[in-house]
């Protein structure tokens, strides 16, 4: 029989199911599992551990602060149960390539001096705004470009890269466009070009007037045709349309791409791809 403080991945997964369902009969049926022993495991796992973590009455379910506790503590679990085995499977591949995650668009000319100067072959996997972290505590990735201050870096290893400056970036037609420099105030009091909004780490937008951004080439195009405005890093310029025009901001908080990797990794194909970000030449983009 199992401790009080050992828990089972099984019984997490029915518990996290339930949580994010709030419904045992839906958590059932998206676990493929009746309900009656659904209903039992959890009941089971409360009176185990000595807590209640789910309020159950006429109106529905409800987590209790233990069971909020829980659902965050359980994640995690599964999530790390899952990077194992997919991190396990790769090492015992033929390939033996590290995978490394970055947002699609983003560091193009930093990425191909990192693999350049490495010479090993490194799988890209490209994503969306933020996606990085995810893909790194779930095992898709064992690397991952991401940007200080805007990524979630906290519970990773990180090497510095590059530190920039940020421009904005307005249509070639505007009259922004013939400025040498910009505020971050000036480019959010043009109201006929709303600076565009990306999703925060929760992947939850901020209000604003500006348009709901999901990727570069959908950013790009917006910017061209007028509607929107951008604030992005200095080396954004490398994919700059002819209709764009980027103009430095003098009072833009400076931004620093990073390396990054989860603490625990024994990668010796890591550590040596680490390493050679450590040897890179560490210019500050203007």
């Known amino acids: 029989m199992l401790g009080v403080d050992l828990l089972e991945t099984r019984e ?16 059932a049926e998206r676990l493929g599992i009746a309900q009656p022993p659904l209903s039992r495991a959890i009941q089971q796992l409360e009176r185990r551990l000595g807590v209640t973590l789910l309020d159950r009455d006429r109106r529905g379910v409800a987590l209790t602060d233990a069971g909020q506790v829980l659902l965050e503590e359980a994640r995690a679990v599964l999530d790390g149960a899952a990077a194992a085995a997919r991190r396990t499977r790769r090492a015992a591949s ?31 996997l490209l994503c969306g705004m933020g996606e990085q972290a995810l893909m790194l505590r779930d095992g898709r990735a064992d690397v991952a470009l991401m940007q200080r201050p805007f990524d979630a870096l906290a519970g990773f290893d990180t090497e510095d890269l590059l530190t920039e400056r940020q421009v904005a970036i307005v249509p070639a037609a505007h ?4 400025r040498s420099s910009l505020t971050m105030a000036e480019v959010a009091a043009v109201p006929d070009l709303p600076v565009a909004r990306w999703p925060g780490q929760d992947g939850v937008y901020e209000p604003g007037p500006g348009p709901e951004i999901h990727d570069l080439s959908q950013l790009a195009q917006l910017i061209a045709l007028g509607h929107t405005s951008a604030v992005l890093c200095a080396s954004s310029r490398t994919w700059l349309w002819s209709a764009h025009a980027a103009i430095p901001l003098v009072d833009a908080p400076r931004v620093t791409t990073v390396l990054a990797w989860p603490p625990h990794s024994r990668s010796r194909l890591l550590a040596d791809l680490v390493r050679t970000a450590g040897q890179l030449d560490r210019p500050e983009a203007g």
């Not at 947002?103 to 100067?117: T, W, Y």
């Not at 009259?175 to 013939?178: F, G, K, R, S």
């Open 94 to 124: 033929s390939t033996g390539r590290l995978t490394l995650a970055t947002k699609a668009g983003a560091n193009h000319e930093l990425l191909q001096r990192l693999l350049d100067a490495h010479g090993a072959e490194v799988e890209v």
């Open 175 to 178: 009259p922004l466009a013939a």
């Open 12 to 27: 997490l997964r029915y518990f996290v199911t339930v949580a994010e369902e709030l419904h045992f009969s839906r958590a």
